[in-house]
């Protein structure tokens, strides 16, 4: 049977450079910016463009990197093994989502196991030596069709914003995905309905306020301590501070 491992970036792939194993890379930051669309046709129109705009990668340079891989995952085989490494936080698991959506809806007999980090803490794999990534592969968790179904639910209610699926199917799924709870709280307090800004924006204001040096790269470490749940890089925050300046 064949086998493939779905990364969730590009240092998990150079940490995991000695385990000779078939390897994808989600190249995506789903979790910001433009993603609606019915078909990956419409996604990757629109995600495209929010590359571009935003981070000025080219068309072609996205296709390469990005679309490039997640062809490979719509090429997975009929009776293959997929392991798919991806960490807590939400930047990570809006990925996860999508990820589980486009396997599910291949419709073919596809084995699906999730490999999390063995520590319980927001760095990820990237805390991790070989030994413990060896040893969270060997924890890995089978998701069975329910599961599939209910993950591949969260991102089309990710999609439309959906906060009663998604509150409904993390208690569901509570078993298989660490802090999944807090992280879909976490996702929806990003939209307050009374108030200016969300949970990210605020975080960063009071951060902001309380360094003596707010630079960017202090607000970033402290944001990273603070709010990890997100998962957000430096192109995260610093595109959040630019909104925030407006």
Known sequence: MKEYHILNGDSLKEQLQDL?????VLRECLVEGNSQG???EEIFANRTLFFEKEYEVSPAEYQQKSIGEISKITAIENGATVYLWFEN??????NFWFS?????????????????PIKDTWMGFGALNYDELLQSFENKKELTKVDQESIAELW?????SDWNILRTNAKKLSSKIDQIGKVIEAHIERFPI?????RPEESIQKIMTSLDNPSFSNVFRTFS????????GDLQVKRIMKEMEN
């Open 20 to 24: 000779a194993v078939e390897k994808i």
């Open 156 to 160: 089309s209610a990710f999609q439309k």
């Open 194 to 198: 009374d108030k200016k800004y969300g």
């Open 38 to 40: 019915d078909s990956l």
């Open 225 to 232: 301590q603070t709010e990890g749940i997100y998962g957000f």
């Open 100 to 116: 589980i959506h486009v396997l599910f809806h291949l419709r073919k007999d596809i084995s699906l196991f999730l490999v999390s």
């Open 89 to 94: 936080d939400l930047f990570c698991q809006v």
